[in-house]
């Protein structure tokens, strides 16, 4: 079984020749590697290039590592000496004619950055690299190739792709993706039970251990707690002053507004959350807080609640923003002003909200995501936000029964969840 990742192999696709090093980014186990090294590959001969012009090189790889003479026994403590890898790539290089140079886990290279760097100034080499250690997991990481570095960030499997990969329906897939989620290796797991071990194990033993090794935390730092009330709260507004104040009410615990805000930024930079801010629609402009928080992976999220909290309504929303951002598009929480007057004819201002205002250059989606919509009053309730925006921007509304597009008078799309992440053209519906 093989899922194509399309959209990221056309990524590489035209990317091709840029003078950038081509840094393929995203959290462990979302197929960065496979990516790179089989599919990329793969395209590479089907267009021509002879594989000898193709160098690939694992950083992690036994073999790999003992063709260029690295101590195997010694590899654990140090990194791969840079001249025994750069004499490796001179040798490879018999010719004046392109090579393209795919380098796994390549922060395992000493000086990868001066290395690469230098390659850069070489006519007849493209580079395109993974890495998952602390450091690479990181979005900081294209600042250290002075500004030539070009990311292609790749997310876990979203549910088109995921329900590509098997036989049921799309009712029964969608239950299992809200569930586990998308890392690739859920899908070939045929048991509950194994799906929820990986997740376990790969949240608490590697994700975390990664931020924890980055930034020097204390193994017991409370930042696991921390991941564990985002995992609580996703789709509901928050600030770390609202969290500081959950700490010590909930957890008996005390963690300071600034500890906490830290927090959140090491795992916004690691891909574990995203961070959604407030934008006023009318005023157009940013509100600092307070700001929702949403997961890279859904199943991540469950298996830090032990699978004790999935929540239909907030994991929908939590897949729709994903499903947004894995589309290209920029997504906020959308906030309207208006004033109305009051029982004693006094002018109050009100704020209404939109679960989603999506941009893309131009293009511009307002999106509520309705888990279900059983009458008239809730119907207005989910739309009063659209009716006060006053222009002229598509409005949809996205339910979780099956439901084809369908327009109102007013011009408001309404259409089921699945429609909506199986079809990539339905915010043209």
């Not at 707690?225 to 770390?240: D, K, M, Q, R, Y």
Request: hydrophobic residues 35%.
């Amino acid at each position: 079984m093989e899922i194509q990742r399309s959209k990221y192999l056309s990524a590489l696709i035209a990317r091709r020749h840029n003078g950038f090093v081509k840094v393929i980014t995203g959290i462990r186990r979302a197929g960065k590697s496979y990516l790179m090294n089989t599919l990329f590959y793969r395209y590479l001969i089907s267009d021509g290039i002879d594989s000898k012009h193709i160098i690939r090189f694992a950083f992690d790889s036994a073999d790999d590592l003992a063709s260029i003479g690295e101590n195997i026994e010694a590899f654990s403590i140090r990194k791969v000496n840079p001249m025994k890898f750069m004499d490796h790539i001179k040798k490879t290089m018999t010719d004046d004619g392109m090579y393209y140079l795919l380098l796994d886990e390549v922060q395992r290279l000493e000086s990868f950055e001066a290395v690469l760097n230098g390659y850069l100034r070489k006519s007849n080499i493209d580079i395109y690299v993974t890495g998952s250690n602390s450091k690479f997991l990181s979005s900081d990481i294209l600042t250290e190739f002075e500004g030539r570095g070009d990311e292609i960030h790749v997310f876990p499997l979203v549910f088109s792709e995921f329900f590509s990969a098997g036989d049921s329906s799309p009712e029964e897939a969608f239950d299992d993706y809200m569930t586990y989620g998308g890392l690739p290796a859920i899908v070939l797991m045929k048991t509950e039970e194994q799906k929820a071990s990986y997740l376990e194990a790969q949240m608490k033993r590697v994700y975390l251990k990664d931020i924890i090794a980055r930034y020097n935390l204390d193994p017991d730092s409370e930042i696991s707690e921390l991941v564990e009330v985002l995992a609580s709260g996703i789709s509901c507004l928050t600030n770390p002053t609202k969290l500081s104040n959950t700490f010590k009410s909930a957890r008996k615990s005390s963690l300071s507004v600034a500890t906490i805000a830290k927090y959140i930024s090491y795992l916004q930079d690691a891909f574990i959350i995203n961070k959604a801010q407030q934008y006023d629609i009318k005023g157009k402009r940013y509100i600092a807080t307070p700001f929702k928080i949403y997961f890279e992976d859904v199943g991540l999220r469950n298996a830090l609640l032990n699978f004790r909290q999935v929540e239909p309504t907030h994991l929908m929303e939590n897949i729709i923003f994903n499903e947004l951002r894995y589309r290209g598009y920029r997504v906020d929480v959308g906030v309207v002003e208006y004033r109305e007057k009051d029982n004693e004819g006094k002018d109050r201002r009100k704020r209404l909200e939109i679960d989603f205002v999506a941009n893309q250059g131009s293009k511009r989606y307002y999106i509520q995501s309705a888990y279900a919509i059983p009458d008239e009053t809730k119907w207005r309730q989910e739309t009063n936000s659209f009716d006060k925006t006053h222009d002229s921007f598509k409005k949809l509304v996205i339910v979780d029964r099956y439901q084809k597009p369908k327009r109102t008078e007013k011009g408001y799309v309404t259409m089921g969840l699945t429609e909506f992440l199986l079809d990539p053209n339905s915010l043209e519906a």
